[in-house]
């Protein structure tokens, strides 16, 4: 693909070099999710340039979303998000490939959904759902990027095939609610959008293949607290 | 006795509204008996980092340790 060299990118150099521009422009990216982490990170990804997105999430737009769903918006309520996102990578770069799937990932499907991507990105709202979908990556070889909220709390991951990911974080998959603190403290758009950043920053280094990745740590952030750390899991 | 700096993240401050804190505690004091100390639900704690590292709640306490304890997040 020879997009780079449009004036879109000017403001990314020398952050990011050509050849690199180019690598990102060739780089497909499933995004699972299109709620509070999912918009931002497929609006920043498709601004910086990565070149194919495959988007998934079978919800429609509610109007609990409108506190911090960036796709969300008051004209779009009961409009599946899959299409929304479609719509707005549109207006942003149209020389992203976007392919949307108005579902919900599962074993039957996964192939079809995720099996094209180099990185998977976790945007998901469950813990269990979280689980699986690190099996249907590791399956495939894919490393994932995961990224969780709940008030102004956030964490931050990314888990190759092979290492042992979500049970250093949750503990024992049968052994875990579906929802974790989350479901007390809510949700905010200032959170979910500094996770959405991080969890972007971790797949243009996973795609370009420099920086320190958190591959087997875990960033935790407290916004109430300005606490930023990066925990070691093994 | 041991000195160590305790950090309750999230939903587990309530426990510990003055965290992160230093105090002091009894050799051989272990994450669990912190955890019971201040009335935590074990099932809330999901991550126990000792010095950055990822530790069990079967962890012994060493002296000048920098505990964290974090509930489950799992919201997106």
Partial sequence: ????????????????????????????????????????????????????????????????????????????????????????????????????????????NAQEIMGHA?????????????????????????????????GTAGQVTVIYPGDPGFKLIYGDPYDNKSSGIEEQLGNLAHCALLVASLQSSEVIKVLLGRGEVLQNRLLVCDLMTNSFEVMQLV | MISIDLNLFATLRSFLPDAPKTMTVSQGTCVMDLVTKFGIPEEDVKLIFINGKRELLSYVLKDNDRVGIFPPVGGG
Avoid: W
């Fill in chain 1, 1 to 108: 693909m020879k997009t780079p060299v449009l004036p879109r990118y000017a403001r990314n150099f020398q952050s990011i070099s050509l050849e690199e521009q180019e690598r990102l422009a060739s780089a497909r990216v499933c995004v699972v999710g299109l709620g509070g982490l999912g918009g931002g990170v497929v609006e920043m990804l498709a601004r910086i340039g990565v070149g194919s997105l495959d988007l998934v999430d079978g919800d429609c737009f509610d109007e609990t979303n409108l506190n911090r769903q960036l796709f969300s918006s008051e004209k779009d309520l009961g409009v599946p998000k899959a299409h929304v996102a479609r719509k707005r990578v549109g207006a942003i770069n149209s020389t992203v490939n976007v392919n949307v799937f108005n579902t919900f990932l599962n074993r039957r």
């Fill in chain 1, 118 to 150: 180099q990185v998977v990105v976790d945007c998901l709202d469950s813990i269990s759902h979280r689980f699986l979908l690190q099996e249907l990556a590791q399956t495939r070889n894919i490393p994932l990027v995961s990224g969780a909220i709940a």
